[in-house]
């Protein structure tokens, strides 16, 4: 398994969860910055080792400040307790963390720009179990390019800030409220969690190693008798036709 999240260090490095909270409030490094009208940071409990990370605030979110906001929170909140987890003892957050313009997918920039803070947010919460709502989140987590609708409900084994934890991608509430025939989808998804928050990485067998690509050397260029290669007989030839000539 490649590990995600550990690439390099940073400013952030060393700082409490509240502190880099502080510093994301203030944050310019990506063109978002200019149409927010808030930094939605993560927010919850570590308490029951579960975290959600969504691709980026929306409409209610970038207006409240909160993570998860309007009908979609409602509903979410509802699938939870029906599984018995409890949306206060639960940590929710985004990759990005200001509204991109119109709802548009994040741009590969301004997810690079972003990642570190949810990096940090992993390793200060420690959970057992990151539910990635969208292929954003599948992606950055995963360092893989699934499709949701092909992995959702399907649990994952990666290591994500030097921890061993798993990855349950979901479809967003939000996605849901929308498209109402992906609720039975997602409530059956849901169903999952208890288990996977008791057993933790154990739930999920670890993928097999990777083989390394075989190393393909160049091309040594023939010789002949007398250690003269084809090349330079080649352009000996050649030569020799152009005086003649």
Avoid: W
């Avoid at 490094?29 to 919850?44: A, E, N, W, Y």
């Avoid at 999920?204 to 393909?216: D, M, Y």
């Amino acid at each position: 398994m490649e590990p995600r999240g550990d690439r390099r260090a940073g400013p952030l490095d060393g700082r409490s969860l509240a502190q880099i909270a502080e510093v994301a409030s203030g944050c310019r490094l990506c063109r978002l910055c200019d149409s927010r009208t808030h930094v939605v940071f993560g927010r919850g409990s570590a308490a029951s080792g579960l975290m959600f990370v969504t691709e980026a605030p929306g409409y209610h979110e970038d207006r409240l400040g909160l993570p998860l906001a309007g009908e979609a929170a409602a509903l979410f909140a509802r699938m939870l307790r029906e599984v018995q987890v409890d949306v206060d003892e639960v940590y929710v957050t985004s990759v990005v963390k200001c509204r991109p313009p119109r709802n548009r997918t994040p741009f590969p920039d301004e997810i690079e720009q972003c990642e570190g803070y949810l990096f940090h947010e992993v390793a200060h919460i420690r959970p057992l179990v990151v539910c990635a709502l969208g292929n954003v989140a599948i992606r950055l987590l995963t360092g893989r390019p699934h499709q949701l609708s092909k992995v959702h409900g399907r649990p994952m084994r990666v290591v994500v800030q030097g921890r061993d934890l798993v990855i349950l991608p979901l479809y967003h509430p939000s996605a849901v409220v929308h498209s109402p025939r992906l609720e039975a989808a997602l409530r059956n998804d849901l169903r999952q969690l208890p288990r996977l928050l008791r057993q933790g990485a154990d739930a999920v067998p670890a993928p097999p190693p990777v083989a390394p690509a075989p190393t393909v050397l160049p091309r040594e260029p023939a010789v002949l008798a007398g250690g003269t290669t084809a090349a330079v007989a080649q352009r000996a030839q050649e030569q020799m036709t152009f005086d003649i000539g």
